[in-house]
C-alpha cells in the first residue's frame, strides 16, 4: 500500500513526537535528574513526575503567553517539590533545578530544529494540523520555535476541552477542512492516545515507536506504519 496515496491532510502531535523524536519527557527527566541526584530511584521519580503534571493540569499554573523553557522550570520545580516534600532529597538547590531545564531544553531545541526542516518539506504537498495534549501555550510554543506558520490549524485539549484519546479532540483539528478522513493522516509516538482513536475516525496512522512512558504494546495492528524516527517519514511521505 502506498501510504501516502490520496493523503491531503496530516496531523502531528507534538509532545514526546516533534520536540523529542519520540523520546516520553519522562525519560529525558530522569536522566537529568540522576545526574544530579544518584540515589533517586525510577519509582520517586515516576511519582514525582506524575504529581507535577496532575498539579498543572488542576491548578492551571502555566500561562498562555509561557514559553517552553519557563514551562519546563515549572514542571521541575515541581518535580523537585514532590522529592523534598516526601524526603527524597535533602533541599532544593536552585543550580541544580537551572541544569535540568537548561539541558531538557537543548533536548528540544536541537529536535525541534530537524522537526522544521521535515515540516518544510511537507508543507509543500500536505495541509498541517497539530493535535496536542498541551497546557494552553501551545501556540506560544510554536512560536518560540519557529514552527507555528506550518500548521493551519492547532488543536490543543487545555483550549478545546478535549483531551486525547477523545475523538473529539481530532474531530475539532478537521472540522474546518472538507476533507474525507481516508484522506487524512495522524503521526505520533503514543499508540493508545494518537493511534487508536485516529484509526477509529478512519484516519491513516503513522506510529512513531520511540521510548515510552511505559512498554510499548507487542501489537499494533492499527498503525499503518511504525517508525523510530521522524527523518523515516520523507521515505514515506515525500
Known sequence: MMLDKGVEIIAFDYGATLDTNGTHWYNIFHSEHIKENPS?????????????????SKERLIKPDDTFRETLYKKVNLQMEYLLHNHHIK???????????????????????????????????????????????LQSVLVE?????????????????????DE???????????????????????????????????YKTVWLKGRPWQENPTSTPLADETITDLSELERILI
Not at 533536548?107 to 504537498?125: E, M, P, S
Not at 520555535?145 to 484519546?165: I, N, T
Open 91 to 137: 533541599e532544593i538547590e536552585a543550580e541544580q533545578i537551572r541544569k535540568i531545564v537548561d539541558n531538557s531544553y537543548l533536548v528540544a531545541v536541537n529536535c525541534t530544529r530537524n522537526a522544521k526542516n521535515l515540516l518544510q518539506n511537507l508543507k509543500n504537498r500536505y495541509k498541517l494540523v497539530m493535535i496536542s495534549n498541551f497546557y494552553g501555550n
Open 145 to 165: 520555535f519557529g514552527l507555528r506558520d506550518f500548521f493551519s490549524c492547532v488543536a490543543e485539549s487545555a483550549v478545546v476541552g478535549y483531551s486525547k484519546p
Open 40 to 56: 533517586l530511584t525510577d519509582m520517586e521519580l515516576r511519582q514525582a513526575y506524575i504529581h507535577a503534571e496532575r498539579t498543572l
Open 168 to 202: 473529539r479532540l481530532f474531530v475539532k483539528a478537521f472540522e474546518s477542512f472538507d476533507t474525507d478522513a481516508g484522506r487524512c493522516m495522524m503521526i505520533g509516538d503514543s499508540y493508545n492516545k494518537d493511534i487508536i482513536p485516529a484509526k477509529r475516525l478512519g
